[in-house]
């Protein structure tokens, strides 16, 4: 388990360690080495999903540690509260950012070991603070340079503690 502490609220996880150990390792080791801290949720589209770990307050992009092994693969569905990894249109490319389904993004499951079918390996889920997620999604949004979907108002992640 780990909290979101952001300045909307906390939004407590429960992390799938069985179903994605690799990802899980590599989301804990940027819990431990205090990346996310005042970092933003960057990325807001309502009926789709928050995004965010890997930006600052001054949208100054974060360096990352070597990219994750997709474990989409689990079978694990992108379902409304569920957690799973950003990435590059490379299945295996996810690093510190991740977002949380507001919806259930099935078109994001993994389909078949392609390019296009990888999708995206979910890895956790909110047990506590689906609240503020849904408060997070009716934000106002706009641009940020050649950014999109961004919130005019920072969503600041103060920390990701282990809970």
């Known amino acids: 388990m780990v909290t979101i502490k952001t300045s909307m609220g906390d939004i407590k996880l429960e992390l799938f360690e069985k ?13 431990d080495e205090k990346h996310y801290d005042n970092t933003i949720f960057h990325r807001v589209i309502d009926n789709f999903m928050v995004q965010g770990g890997g930006f600052d307050a001054d949208f100054n992009q974060k360096a990352t540690n070597e ?21 590059t249109s490379d ?3 996810a690093t510190s950012q991740f977002f949380i389904n507001l919806v259930d993004n099935d078109f994001l499951d993994f389909k078949a ?48 503690v282990r809970a």
């Open 19 to 31: 179903e994605a150990p690799k990802t899980v390792a590599s989301f804990l080791r940027y819990v």
């Open 113 to 160: 070991p392609t390019a296009q079918g990888f999708g995206y390996c979910v890895f956790a889920k909110v047990v506590e603070g689906m609240d503020v997620v849904n408060e997070m999604k009716k934000v106002t949004t706009g641009f940020r340079g050649p950014h999109g979907d961004v919130p005019e108002e920072n969503i600041i992640i103060k920390e990701i």
């Open 67 to 87: 990219p994750v092994e997709n474990e989409a693969a689990n079978q694990i569905s992108n379902t409304i509260g569920t957690v799973a990894m950003a990435r």
């Open 91 to 93: 299945p295996h490319s």
